[in-house]
């Protein structure tokens, strides 16, 4: 389908103005947007393939800016557990993690995604050239890291094994329309200096980007303090690594020292606010980020940590959790927060060229939510509707890259159910490998 019309619908280009086109149309050759409009256009074009949006929000596809997506077949685990990072999910990646759960709760975590209007994804992870695979078959937009620590992990029995993985991953993918592959230190606190160094070294030959976890957890502050009398963000800047083309995720403990660095460094901060918020790791200074200009989008983190892979279950979360923690209900308007979610995602990770806004020349990368569904009327604002009362069964369709991937709530030209049994084959292997722990 080389050539598609939507119709009948209100379009939020999410572009420099912001502009709403109520009626509107937007046009699409191969894999770009070529015209953009009121209902007048529709009769400029002929034989085109017309998708009607029966009066629903045209908006750009949403971006998840940190992700484990193959965490999935963990999910609902040890949700209230303490220290749950080294007490099960450590435990359980070493003993059950390999190419084939990788693969397989990639591939249903894409769907979550796919189904759900996130149309590119940010993932670090074990075994990443299967979720690549995954990605590329399913048809999703991709960054996809390869973790790197200092233990012998799921896919090397030695340490910091990920840097060799990774020469051969990238020179695998680093050409692909949609995946591109990256670098992922876990964190600072499971890296030494010299191999976060490489690992930027390698990131830099490649330009491809670098992915950490960073200013997180307690202990990670406080190691860095009385090791280094400095904070983590202060603590790689000293290392020369924070670059444009670092994504930091998470950074809940950080002052504003630390955001001089991140903003003169241009680094791309993902803010995962339901993971933050269920691990009762804090609440991040998101609010002066946005004010600042920094390159912020929204993440999800793994199934395990923020139990969705969806970033429309995270807006409220962004607006709710400032508003209180603030005591100001007028921080964050939700034309802020989709912006975050579209292309504030997409200058986080460097694809503002590409993608985050319906504009001519872009990739048609866009959701359709329909607006027949009983949380949707009355509409007021385009943008609150989003945000604050939408939820992930209101998309109806989903293009990416110029491709229709799913249509009337279901995914297209794949066996969602075959995805789905594959995934709950393991349940009973990891039942068991739980009470080992």
């Given at each position: 389908?080389?050539?598609?019309?939507?119709?009948?619908?209100?379009?939020?280009?999410m572009?420099?103005?912001?502009?709403?086109?109520e009626?509107?149309?937007?046009?699409?050759?191969?894999?770009?947007?070529?015209?953009?409009?009121?209902?007048?256009?529709?009769?400029?074009?002929?034989?085109?393939?017309?998708?009607?949006?029966?009066?629903?929000?045209?908006?750009?596809?949403?971006?998840?800016?940190?992700?484990?997506?193959?965490?999935?077949?963990?999910?609902?685990l040890?949700?209230?557990?303490?220290?749950r990072?080294?007490?099960?999910?450590?435990?359980l990646?070493?003993?059950?993690?390999?190419?084939?759960?990788?693969?397989?709760?990639?591939?249903?975590?894409?769907?979550?995604?796919?189904?759900?209007?996130?149309?590119?994804?940010?993932?670090?992870?074990?075994y990443?050239?299967?979720?690549?695979?995954?990605?590329?078959?399913?048809?999703?937009?991709?960054?996809?890291?390869?973790?790197?620590?200092?233990?012998?992990?799921?896919?090397?029995?030695?340490?910091?094994?990920?840097?060799?993985?990774?020469?051969?991953f990238?020179?695998?993918?680093?050409?692909?329309?949609?995946?591109?592959?990256?670098?992922?230190?876990?964190?600072?606190?499971?890296?030494?200096?010299?191999?976060?160094?490489?690992?930027?070294?390698?990131?830099?030959?490649?330009?491809?980007?670098?992915?950490?976890?960073?200013?997180?957890?307690?202990?990670?502050?406080?190691?860095?303090?009385?090791?280094?009398?400095?904070?983590?963000?202060?603590?790689?800047?000293?290392?020369?690594?924070?670059?444009?083309?670092?994504?930091?995720?998470?950074?809940?403990?950080?002052?504003?020292?630390d955001?001089?660095?991140?903003?003169?460094?241009?680094?791309?901060?993902?803010?995962?606010?339901?993971?933050?918020?269920?691990?009762?790791?804090?609440?991040?200074?998101?609010?002066?980020?946005?004010?600042?200009?920094?390159?912020?989008?929204?993440?999800?983190?793994?199934?395990?940590?923020?139990?969705?892979?969806?970033?429309?279950?995270?807006?409220?979360?962004?607006?709710?959790?400032?508003?209180?923690?603030?005591?100001?209900?007028?921080?964050?308007?939700?034309?802020?927060?989709?912006?975050?979610?579209?292309?504030?995602?997409?200058?986080t990770?460097?694809?503002?060229?590409?993608?985050?806004?319906?504009?001519?020349?872009?990739?048609?990368?866009?959701?359709?939510?329909?607006?027949e569904?009983?949380?949707?009327?009355?509409?007021?604002?385009?943008?609150?509707?989003?945000?604050?009362?939408?939820?992930?069964?209101?998309?109806?369709?989903?293009?990416?890259?110029?491709?229709?991937?799913?249509?009337?709530?279901?995914?297209?030209?794949?066996?969602?159910?075959d995805?789905?049994?594959?995934?709950?084959?393991?349940?009973d292997?990891?039942?068991?490998?739980?009470?080992?722990?």
């Open positions: 389908m080389d050539k598609i019309l939507i119709k009948n619908v209100t379009i939020l280009t572009n420099k103005n912001k502009e709403i086109i009626n509107g149309v937007v046009v699409i050759v191969g894999k770009e947007i070529i015209d953009i409009g009121d209902s007048s256009l529709e009769s400029k074009y002929k034989d085109f393939f017309i998708i009607d949006g029966n009066g629903g929000i045209l908006m750009p596809g949403m971006v998840n800016c940190h992700s484990h997506v193959s965490m999935v077949p963990f999910r609902s040890a949700d209230d557990e303490a220290d990072l080294k007490k099960y999910i450590f435990p990646e070493k003993k059950l993690v390999d190419k084939d759960l990788v693969y397989n709760g990639a591939r249903y975590g894409i769907c979550e995604m796919l189904l759900s209007g996130v149309t590119t994804f940010c993932d670090m992870y074990y990443e050239d299967e979720v690549a695979r995954a990605a590329s078959r399913l048809g999703i937009r991709a960054i996809v890291g390869e973790t790197i620590v200092d233990f012998p992990s799921p896919d090397s029995t030695e340490p910091y094994g990920g840097l060799e993985y990774c020469k051969e990238i020179e695998k993918w680093h050409k692909d329309e949609l995946v591109t592959p990256a670098i992922a230190p876990h964190a600072p606190y499971t890296n030494d200096s010299e191999h976060l160094i490489e690992a930027h070294m390698l990131s830099q030959k490649y330009n491809v980007p670098l992915i950490m976890h960073v200013a997180e957890m307690d202990y990670e502050y406080k190691k860095y303090k009385e090791e280094y009398n400095m904070t983590p963000v202060e603590y790689l800047d000293s290392l020369g690594i924070l670059d444009k083309n670092f994504i930091a995720a998470h950074l809940v403990l950080v002052n504003d020292k955001l001089d660095i991140l903003q003169k460094r241009e680094v791309g901060v993902s803010h995962n606010v339901g993971a933050n918020s269920k691990g009762a790791k804090g609440v991040a200074p998101v609010v002066k980020m946005y004010e600042r200009g920094m390159k912020v989008g929204l993440g999800t983190d793994g199934p395990m940590s923020g139990n969705t892979l969806d970033i429309i279950t995270q807006m409220p979360l962004v607006g709710k959790v400032q508003k209180l923690f603030n005591k100001d209900r007028t921080l964050l308007p939700s034309k802020n927060i989709v912006e975050m979610a579209t292309i504030g995602g997409a200058r990770l460097n694809m503002e060229h590409l993608i985050g806004s319906i504009e001519v020349g872009k990739r048609a990368d866009l959701v359709i939510l329909e607006t569904s009983v949380n949707m009327q009355p509409i007021y604002d385009y943008y609150s509707t989003i945000v604050y009362s939408a939820n992930p069964s209101n998309v109806d369709t989903v293009i990416v890259d110029g491709r229709i991937i799913v249509r009337s709530k279901k995914i297209l030209r794949i066996d969602f159910n995805i789905k049994r594959n995934l709950l084959n393991m349940k292997k990891i039942l068991c490998m739980i009470k080992e722990i």
